[in-house]
C-alpha cells in the first residue's frame, strides 16, 4: 500500500500543484488575518475553495463562509448550501439586502434593470455585509435556524474564488489584493508578489481580498471534483432535456446552456474536446464568438 | 567563417526534450526595441496559440494603414484586448506547444515596471533574454539578467535577434555572445546557451534557418521543450516553515497537527524533528490529510501536516528539519544581496520587517557594504543608503534569533523579503550567516536557568499582553493573571522602551501586561513583533480578544499554550 501511494506522490500532476498552492494560500491568509471570511456562491468554483479549505484544516472549516442571498436564487441552490452547512459543521452567514427587497427595488419586480438589481442585491449586500453595517444571518446548527449574528466587526481578509481566465482584468490580479476603504482596487499601485511571500499586512480601514484559485482554469475545477468527488449541485447537469446551467445565478438572469452533459466526466470532455472546447482556453474573450455559440454572452449574463 | 560548431551553445544541443506535460512558466526578457514582442508573436502564430481569424484580422489592418505586417502587431493587438482599458503589468501569455502548456511572461522593459516583473518573474522556471544584433548588449539586457539572477532563475537562454540586419553574420553573434557571457559570470550565472534568430524572418525561431548553416543548435521552440520544469527537490535536507500549529476540537478531534509547505526534502512516520530557532525536539507520530490515501511520508512541494509524540510548544515562524541531516543556521546578522522596490531609499539604521519563511521578526539595517548599478555592475561602496530599483550588499540584524539556509544552498528558505509600512518593499537573498547579536535576547547575557526549569517552576511559558484599553484595565488585568498565579509583570512606558524591555522579562519566563494605549497601530506591531506572535496577545477592539475580561485574555493564552488549560 506504501509503495502505490509514494509512487503517486512522487508523480505530482498539475491538480496537485495547483491544490497545494491553494493551500498554502489559505493557511497563510488564516495566520494572518483574524477577521477572515470565504465568500460561498454556492457555484463550481467557491465550493472547489471550501474543499480546499478541508483540505487545508484537515477536515474543518475554521473560517466562516458568507453567502450573498439575493432572494432569487435557484431554491435547490439553497437547500444544497443548508445541507453542506450541516454535513461540514459550517459557520455559514447570510447577507442580504433586506431594504431592497421590501421595496420590491428589483429587476424581476420590474423596478429595475438588471445591473442596477445587481449591484443592489449582490453588490451592495456584500459590501454591507463585509463591513458589518448590515445585520448577517448565522445558521444554528443545532436548529437549522438562521439567526443575527453577534458579530459586526469589519471582515479584514475576505477570500474569494476568482480565476484569473475568467476575463481580461483578473489576469491582473494578485492573489492577496489590496483593496481601499472603498473597495476599490489601485492596479496600477500593486505590491509585488514573490517567493510565496504575499501582502498580509495592511493599513486601518482596509481589507484585503485573497485570490486562491487565480491560476485554476474551469477546466481544472472540474478536474479537481472529478479526483475528490466533490458534492455539486446538479442544476450543472443535464437530466435528458439537453440542457444544463454553466454558470449558477439567480433564476430569473441565469439561463441553461445546450448540453448533453450528464456528470462530471462528461463535463470534462466537453471542455476538452466538445463544444465549449477553446473558450476556458481564451480567457473567455469576445473575440471567440467566431465559435458559433453566443456562449460567451450567456456565459456573461448568467456570470453577472 | 570563424565560428566552429562548438562556440553555439554545446550545452543546449545536448539537453534531451523533456517528457514532461506540466505548464511551464516562462519570462522573456530584454531591451527596448530589441524584438521581444516579433519572438513572442511568432511563437504563437507558430503554435497555432492565436484566436481563429486574428492574424488575418491584424494582416488586413496593416494593409489598410498600409504599413508592412509585423509579427509585434499581434501581441500588441492581444495585450489591448486582455487589458480592456487598463494598463498593462507583467502580461501574461498562454500558449502550447505539442508537448506542453506554457505561461509566457512578458517582462515590460521600462524599469518602473520592474515590481510587476519581479512578481511575474519570480516564478517563472526558465528565462529567455533577447538582445539585437546590431545594438549589441544594453542596459535593460544586464538589468533583467541581474534580477533574473536574484530571483534564482537557473535556466537562462539568450536569443540573439535581428540577424538579418547584419547579415547573418556569426562574427557578431559570437562578439555579444563573447561579451553577454562574461557579464553574466561575474554575476555567476552559466546561460544555457545564445541562439541567433530573426523574429521577423522566423530564422531558428520555429524552423531552422537556412541563411545560418554555421549554426546547428536548436530552434527556440525545440529549446522550450528542453527546459526542466523546476520539481521540489526531495533528496535535499527537509525544511519545512511552520505555517500554524492545529488544534481544531470540533467533533472531537484531539489532533495537534504542525503544517506547513514542504520545501525541501522529506519526512516520515517516526523521524526525529527539530524545531528552529527554538530547538524544540520530537518525533513524527503521524503524518495527516484529508481525502487522501493514509501515508507515512510527505515530500517537497506537499503543503504537509504531521503529528508529533510528545506535546511540546511550537509556533508558526520556526523551521521543522530532520535531525542529523545539515541544519539551517539561526542567527541574528546576516549578509544578503537584497533588491529595493521602495519610493523612499532604504538607509543604514532603517527598521524593517524581514519575512522569511513564515518567521516575522523586525530587523535593522546594520550596514551597506555596497551599492551595485543592476545593469553597469559598477559598485559605490560608500553609501548609506540604497535608492528605488537598485540592488546592494548589506548586513541585516534582526531583533531575535532566526532560521535560515544559505541562498546558495537551499533556495526556498534562502530568500526573504522586506516589509515597510505595511508594504513588500524589497527582497533579498541570504549570502552569509555572521557571528555577535547585539540587543537581541541574548545581549544581556544567559544564566544557567533553561527555559524548561522557568516552565516548571512558574507553571506557564513567558508570554505579552498589550492592552489598549486603558492603563486602568491593564493594571486590572495584570492583577487578576497574578492571583490566578502566574508570574507577571507591568509595563507603562513609550513602545520604544517597552521593546527594550519585554525580551528581558520573557526571558525570565514572565508574563508581561503592557498598557498599549497610547501606542499607534505600527507601534503595537513593533513590540508585538519583538516577543514574536506566538507569545503575544493584543487586547483591545482590533486585536485577538476585543474586552479586557481577564476569563477572555486567559482563554486566549491558554489557546496559545501559554498558560496550561
Known amino acids: 500500500m506504501t509503495t502505490a501511494v509514494a509512487e503517486r506522490r512522487t508523480s505530482t500532476d498539475h491538480l496537485d500543484q495547483l491544490e497545494a498552492r491553494s493551500v498554502h494560500i489559505l493557511r497563510e491568509a488564516y495566520a494572518n488575518f483574524r477577521q477572515l471570511c470565504m465568500l460561498w456562491s454556492i457555484g463550481k468554483d467557491s465550493t472547489v475553495l471550501l474543499w480546499l479549505a478541508r483540505k487545508a484544516f484537515f477536515g474543518h472549516v475554521p473560517i466562516p463562509l458568507v453567502h450573498i442571498d439575493t432572494s432569487f436564487k435557484i431554491p435547490e441552490m439553497i437547500a444544497y448550501r443548508d445541507r453542506l452547512a450541516q454535513e461540514w459543521r459550517l459557520t455559514m452567514i447570510v447577507g442580504q439586502n433586506a431594504e431592497a427587497l421590501a421595496a420590491k427595488r428589483t429587476f424581476p419586480d420590474g423596478a429595475v434593470d438588471r445591473i442596477t438589481c445587481c449591484s443592489l442585491l449582490k453588490t451592495e449586500a456584500l459590501k454591507k455585509t463585509l463591513s458589518g453595517e448590515w445585520p448577517r444571518r448565522r445558521l444554528n446548527l443545532a436548529t437549522g435556524q438562521y439567526e443575527v449574528d453577534r458579530n459586526r466587526e469589519p471582515y479584514t481578509g475576505v477570500i474569494v474564488g476568482a480565476r484569473a481566465d475568467e476575463e481580461g482584468s483578473r489576469s491582473k490580479e494578485r492573489y492577496f489584493s489590496p483593496r481601499t476603504q472603498a473597495s476599490a482596487w489601485d492596479v496600477g499601485e500593486q505590491p509585488p508578489e514573490f517567493w510565496n511571500q504575499y501582502k498580509t499586512e495592511f493599513a486601518p480601514g482596509t481589507h484585503v481580498r485573497i485570490h486562491p484559485l487565480l491560476d485554476w482554469t474551469e477546466l481544472n475545477i472540474w478536474e479537481y471534483i472529478q479526483r475528490e468527488r466533490i458534492p455539486t449541485v446538479s442544476l450543472y447537469y443535464n437530466h435528458g432535456d439537453g440542457k444544463r446551467y454553466r454558470s449558477l445565478g439567480c433564476g430569473p438572469c441565469t439561463q441553461c446552456v445546450h448540453s448533453d452533459a450528464r456528470d462530471v466526466g462528461e463535463i470534462i470532455e466537453e471542455l476538452k474536446s466538445g463544444k465549449f472546447a477553446n473558450i476556458a482556453e481564451r480567457s473567455g474573450r469576445g473575440q471567440d464568438a467566431a465559435d458559433g455559440g453566443g456562449l460567451e454572452t450567456l456565459r456573461r449574463d448568467g456570470y453577472m | ?565
Open chain 2, 1 to 565: 567563417m570563424l565560428l566552429t560548431t562548438e562556440r553555439s551553445s554545446p550545452s543546449l544541443r545536448d539537453l534531451p526534450p523533456v517528457a514532461d506535460h506540466r505548464r511551464l512558466h516562462l519570462v522573456i526578457g530584454g531591451h527596448v526595441d530589441h524584438g521581444k514582442s516579433t519572438i513572442i508573436g511568432r511563437l504563437l502564430a507558430a503554435t497555432g496559440s492565436l484566436p481563429l481569424g486574428k492574424l488575418e484580422a491584424v494582416r488586413a489592418n496593416c494593409e489598410r494603414n498600409s504599413k508592412p505586417f509585423e509579427y509585434a502587431f499581434l501581441l500588441d493587438a492581444l495585450k489591448d484586448e486582455q487589458s480592456q482599458g487598463i494598463t498593462i503589468d507583467a502580461a501574461r501569455v498562454f500558449f502550447r506547444t505539442a508537448s506542453r502548456p506554457y505561461i509566457l511572461i512578458d517582462a515590460p522593459g521600462h524599469i518602473e515596471f520592474l515590481r510587476n516583473l519581479i512578481t511575474g518573474a519570480a516564478r517563472a522556471e526558465a528565462a529567455l533574454l533577447v538582445i539585437d544584433a546590431r545594438e549589441g548588449v544594453r542596459e535593460n539586457s544586464r538589468r533583467h539578467g541581474t534580477m533574473m539572477s536574484l530571483l534564482g532563475i537557473r535556466q537562462l537562454v539568450v536569443l540573439v535577434n535581428k540577424m538579418d540586419l547584419v547579415g547573418y553574420d556569426g562574427e557578431a553573434f559570437a562578439r555579444i555572445e563573447d561579451e553577454y557571457r562574461a557579464f553574466l559570470a561575474k554575476i555567476g550565472v552559466e546561460p544555457l546557451g545564445f541562439i541567433p534568430v530573426s523574429g521577423r524572418e522566423g530564422d531558428n525561431i520555429a524552423r531552422p534557418s537556412a541563411a545560418m548553416p554555421w549554426y546547428d543548435g536548436p530552434t527556440v521552440l525545440e529549446t522550450l521543450d528542453r527546459f526542466r520544469s523546476e520539481v521540489a527537490d526531495a533528496d535535499k535536507p527537509f525544511r519545512m516553515p511552520v505555517q500554524d500549529v492545529y488544534k481544531f476540537t470540533a467533533g472531537g478531534d484531539d489532533r495537534r497537527i504542525v503544517a506547513g509547505t514542504v520545501e525541501t526534502g522529506r519526512i516520515a512516520v517516526g523521524d526525529e524533528v527539530v524545531f528552529l530557532p527554538s530547538g524544540k525536539r520530537s518525533r513524527v507520530a503521524t503524518v495527516e490529510g484529508f481525502n487522501v490515501e493514509p501515508r507515512r511520508e510527505a515530500r517537497a512541494g506537499e503543503v504537509a501536516g504531521f503529528t508529533l509524540e510528545e506535546q511540546i510548544y511550537v509556533a508558526r515562524g520556526e523551521v521543522a528539519t530532520v535531525a542529523g541531516q545539515p541544519a539551517p543556521r539561526v542567527a541574528t546578522r546576516l549578509k544578503a544581496s537584497l533588491f529595493w522596490l521602495g519610493r523612499k531609499p532604504l538607509e543604514t539604521g532603517r527598521e524593517v520587517v524581514l519575512k522569511l519563511g513564515t518567521a516575522r521578526v523586525p530587523a535593522r539595517i546594520e550596514a551597506i557594504h555596497r551599492v551595485l548599478d543592476a545593469s553597469t555592475l559598477a559598485t559605490d561602496e560608500r553609501r548609506d543608503r540604497v535608492e528605488r530599483h537598485e540592488v546592494a550588499e548589506c548586513t541585516l540584524r534582526t531583533v531575535r534569533p532566526i532560521a535560515f539556509d544559505l541562498a546558495a544552498e537551499l533556495a526556498g528558505t534562502g530568500r526573504f523579503v522586506i516589509v515597510d509600512d505595511y508594504e513588500i518593499r524589497g527582497g533579498g537573498i541570504v549570502r552569509e550567516a555572521l557571528e555577535g547579536g547585539g540587543e537581541g535576547q541574548a545581549a544581556w547575557g544567559r544564566g544557567q536557568i533553561d527555559e524548561a526549569r522557568r516552565v516548571e517552576r512558574n507553571g506557564h511559558t513567558a508570554g505579552l499582553v498589550l492592552v489598549t484599553h486603558g492603563a486602568e484595565a491593564a493594571r486590572a488585568l495584570e492583577a487578576a493573571l497574578f492571583d490566578g498565579g502566574a508570574q507577571t509583570a507591568y509595563l507603562e512606558a513609550a513602545a520604544g522602551r517597552v521593546a527594550d524591555a519585554v525580551p528581558v522579562l520573557l526571558d525570565a519566563g514572565l508574563i508581561a501586561v503592557v498598557d498599549a494605549s497610547a501606542f499607534a497601530a505600527s507601534e503595537i506591531a513593533f513590540v508585538r513583533d519583538t516577543a514574536g506572535h506566538e507569545l503575544t496577545v493584543v487586547s483591545g477592539p482590533a486585536g485577538d480578544v476585543g474586552v479586557p475580561e481577564p476569563a477572555a485574555v486567559r482563554a486566549v493564552l491558554q489557546e496559545k499554550g501559554i498558560l496550561r488549560s
